[in-house]
């Protein structure tokens, strides 16, 4: 039961560009310990430079279809042309460990894994405009041009469902809003709902230091 563990289980969306990736990279290199990022799988190519079980654990179609019948993953969508699936069981276990595991899926999978936990927290990454997103996206040089038409045009598509995210971040300042993705998780340890066993502990010890011996009386 992933909801009644210490860790938050957080989502990051964001349109393909926004800088997902670059802030996940920052966000658990300054803080190693706290945060778990899950690895997903996928049937798209490898990027040059990224390498199997790393960035993603690359399988073909067939084993994809396997991973979904063995109830291997927690969600998985469809993505321009490509399965993307969460592995069960590295999100269990670092929940598990009490780290604050990051899924960076996209909104299909997102809408998924907030009906199966309702405690998720989810974030949605934005560019600071739509030009800068362009720019972003071909400046990385990782796709054909008619891959990054087809992202943007998922980003039209994406747009409609913010709505349903908890909080909106702009990475225009990668520094800043890698303390700000931070902070709103570090917040939402505080929130009273998830602190549900500490609170009831408090009241357990006061109701005891009030039927003790009072003060001054000797026992
Ligand atoms: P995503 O994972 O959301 O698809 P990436 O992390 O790959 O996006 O970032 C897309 C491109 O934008 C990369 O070339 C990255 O270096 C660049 N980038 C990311 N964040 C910023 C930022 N705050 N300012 C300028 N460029 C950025
Ligand atoms: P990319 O091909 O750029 O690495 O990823 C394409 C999209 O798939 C991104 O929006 C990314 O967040 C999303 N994605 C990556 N892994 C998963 C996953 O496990 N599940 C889902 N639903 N989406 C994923």
Known sequence: MIQKHKGILTVVSGFSGAGKGTIMKKLLADHPDRYALSVSATTRRPREGETDGVEYFFRSREEFERMIADEALIEYAEYVGNYYGTPRRYVAEQLDAGRDVILEIEIQGALKIKRRFPDALLLFVMPPDAKELKHRLSGRGTEPVDVIASRLERA???????????????????????????SIIKNEHRRVTRNAERIRAMQEDLASLNSGPQRGEQS
């Open 156 to 182: 039209v598509k994406e747009a409609e469902g913010i709505g349903e995210y908890d909080y909106l971040v702009i990475n225009d300042v990668l520094e800043e809003c890698v303390e700000e993705v931070h």
